[in-house]
């Protein structure tokens, strides 16, 4: 058969996806079910799903298939397959067998030693292991630049954001950074600490789950459990998110469950006709964080949504309406410089990602040294989120990505909230009745909107190319600013 | 290395067992977790695995290896490993693709009509399906009793109990046949139905967590969850077992869960060292039926324990201990001729079994066809259980096991029972304080005896030889005659 190459590689990557569905549901159950005795052979379960994988992925008649299907005249969606086949590909056979053991090995160490050091907020502890650690990665990212034709820290990002250049992250992050820092300053003149919300953890899980009915949550094809760290996982028709309650305070647990749920939208709809086909999926991590951040940042938090969300909140309670709005509109708008990422405000969040991007990249390229992270990190961190922690726990330590291997992941949590913007705006002036639709807790125009836009396109274009086509104009950091600016600074918004 | 086959084997056999050990937990999660939408894609996500097992299993060299194996000067521990390799070579490798491929779909369509037969109450509409998937189990058998060397009924056995000849079934069957039919009758006389004992869920929850407790079940290894039919999944340092709670009755969830725990706890005894290979595995379902009524039929029900049971049903419910402990009694003493297998007791329960496995010969080898399939039900039934069904539902409607393809599993339930009653001889004659410490809710006396003879020594020897090891005598019926008549006769005895 004269496609013959094609059809091989297609049932050859349905098994590959087939696997990666079984990891999914795996590392569901670890999080979520597993009793802690059942780790080490959970563990031995996981290595032997990776080798079957990666022997599928990387044996070399893939890549003559590739080369192959690459020459034959298909339909433009099987090209776009072929092209995300081949990204798998490259990521898993152009690094060497014993580089990826010896990689998967480090960060597993590394990752385990950095627990300790962050308890005992003791950098030295894990410094030796960090610095074998990033010795491979920086051979891994060797490796792959040289059969991607780019520079090591984009075959990095790749990983995570297929294609996706640092000409364009430097663009957009020097665009951004100095207006940003000017936002920042303004809105966080004077602003008093707003109170939590304490609420018992039974009504907490029943607001989220009334919330996800709003949002559309398709509960015959998903879950929502409960995990040290928020979470979405399974598979497109069993997604099966996560949060973390804490009765002190509602709202993390509830927008956590929102943006948990802007990913699983994404997940389920994904186009049904190209399941377990690498085309089927999301093209990376900026798109599925632009899904996320549209449902936590942009949607959920609207003056038109945060009022539903304020009368549904005080009917659970049994408060007055006025007063939960008032708590809710001042810990939305609320701004403050401080050190961890993941407890930031949306506003100095991505100053977080700015400071680093600029240390992953020195120390993928050899201008940081290991030795040198935590000072390094005190004085990038003055300098882009305007206060440097005083011990590491606060600082250098406080994210797992770099010690279990992951470096060019963080600056997709930026992207995808600039993208997010973008989409958002452009739904907006394709929906002019949608604030009066959030307003009554319905979702389903802006669902039904993601869904023809993104969500039902899989990876048949790359992440910019979906933008461009939604929104009109290549991705730029505009709607980010001016959603900002609305947000936080025009105060009388909400 | 001389001994290389062998430890191409055991590297094989070792990613097998983890691919089987990646089914037990995706079982666990389809019965007690998928949302309802998720099964197709679950399907997917088995066929892959399946197919993968069976690759590495079927593979000619795995047979070439297995050859050379047995040549070798190995300890005995690795003898019995490769005896358990071939084992599981010859189920998978002796039977051609094509024919497995249609003996799964076959079997899973039945299945799927049989769901709807039932329901209706009509065998007709199953009986097409189940003639289709009969005639190719005919081939399958046919298949394997070459590559035995022993009959089709025995080949299709001998995938649930290694080893077990038809001659030994029909004498032990033979031999309990007349005996039992004559106890059922005297046990029936005139015995009025004892009440139920109703309990709220929580509470029955509550006491099976206990009952659990006083059992040896590791949490840290182990968890107890609800599903539609109670079974044990998961793998041994994570292993899963099912209830089903009914508010009506608090007996059936109870022992449910008792029963489980004595196939969660040979699991979790298995040897450690071997974790993963097939020796490391038990010697098939006989053995395993043996643990699992070990616990709920022989100990849990004893005078002893369940006076135990009585107190604590008693302080959860707030009744007082005597009126439980009577009721419990009663319960448990009663004998009633009914016509669903799940739900017989003890005493007429192997009348089912006997029926069954005369049917299943007989469809096996061709002396009884698919359309004379309800009456000669009704026929056996009558001669077996001393009663016939007016329908089918409640006759040969009513178990799974051929409708999935499952000829020659039934035996082991019986046989089970069996070795369970001259297990319990043997430990009792060992362990004078048994029934002192079974009082007091204290089963580690019991539980250590079952470690020690039968759950550490894996498939280090076949059923029979850890029965006669243990017990000092080959399997015989009269530890479980004699078991039925105290328990069920000599009413004293309670």
Chains 1, 2 share one sequence.
């Not at 939960?324 to 407890?343: F, M, N």
């Not at 600029?358 to 990038?380: C, F, I, Q, T």
Request: glycine share 8%.
């Amino acid at each position: 058969m004269h496609d013959a190459p094609y059809y091989r590689l297609q049932s050859r990557f349905a098994e590959i996806g087939r696997l990666d569905e079984i990891r999914g549901i795996l590392d569901w159950d670890q999080a979520t079910q597993m009793p802690r005795g059942g780790s080490v052979a959970r563990g031995e379960q996981l290595k032997t799903l990776a080798q079957m994988r990666h022997r599928l992925l990387s044996e070399p008649a893939v890549g003559d298939w590739l080369d192959e299907a690459t020459e034959l005249a298909l339909e433009p969606w099987r090209l776009a397959n072929v092209r995300a086949m081949r990204h798998m590909y490259l990521h898993a056979a152009t690094v060497p067998s014993a580089l990826i053991g010896a990689l998967t090995y480090s960060a597993s160490l590394t990752e385990h030693t950095w627990r300790e050091a962050r308890e005992e907020n003791d950098f030295a502890l894990v410094a030796p292991a960090l610095g074998e650690l990033l010795a491979l990665v920086r051979e891994e990212a060797a490796h792959k630049a040289e059969a991607l034709g780019v520079t090591p820290y984009e075959a990095l990002m790749d990983r995570y954001d297929p294609g996706r250049g640092w000409p364009e992250i430097e663009r957009l992050f020097g665009q951004l950074s100095p207006k940003l820092s000017l936002m920042v300053e303004r809105a966080c003149e004077g602003a008093a600490v707003p109170p939590p919300l304490p609420c018992p953890v039974e009504v907490q899980r029943g607001i989220c789950e009334a919330v996800l009915q709003a949002l559309g949550f398709d509960w015959e094809h998903g879950r929502l459990d409960e995990s040290a760290h928020p979470f979405t996982g399974g598979v497109p028709d069993d997604v099966r998110i996560t949060t973390r309650y804490a009765e002190e305070d509602l709202l993390p647990a509830l927008f956590a469950t929102i943006h948990e749920a802007g990913h699983a939208q994404y997940e389920r709809g994904l186009p049904e006709t190209w399941r377990g086909q690498p085309v089927g999926q999301a093209p990376g991590l900026t798109m599925h964080e632009s899904q996320s951040l549209g449902f936590e940042m942009q949607i959920a938090r609207s003056p038109a949504f945060s009022g539903f969300l304020a009368r549904l909140i005080a009917e659970r309670l049994g408060h007055p309406t006025e007063t939960v709005r008032s708590v809710l509109a001042r810990r939305l708008a609320h701004v403050q410089r401080t050190l961890i990422r993941v407890e930031a405000d949306e506003l100095t969040y991505p100053l977080h990602i700015l400071l680093r991007t600029e240390l992953e990249r020195a120390l993928v390229s050899g201008d940081l040294e290991v030795a040198d992270l935590p000072e390094a990190w005190r004085d990038a961190s003055a300098r882009h989120v305007g206060i440097a922690p005083e011990n590491d726990r606060s600082g250098c330590l406080q994210d797992i990505h770099w010690y279990s291997g992951d470096f060019g992941y963080f600056p997709t949590y930026a992207l995808g909230a600039m993208v997010a913007a973008q989409l958002v705006a452009a739904a907006r002036a394709a929906l002019p009745n949608l604030d009066r639709s959030l307003a009554q807790g319905d979702w389903s125009d802006y669902l039904a909107w993601c869904r023809a836009h993104v969500h039902a396109l899989g990876s048949r274009y790359s992440a910019d190319e979906l933008v461009s086509q939604a929104t009109g104009r290549p991705l730029g950091v505009e709607s980010y600013l001016a959603h900002l600016e609305a947000r936080y600074l025009a105060r009388s918004a909400g």
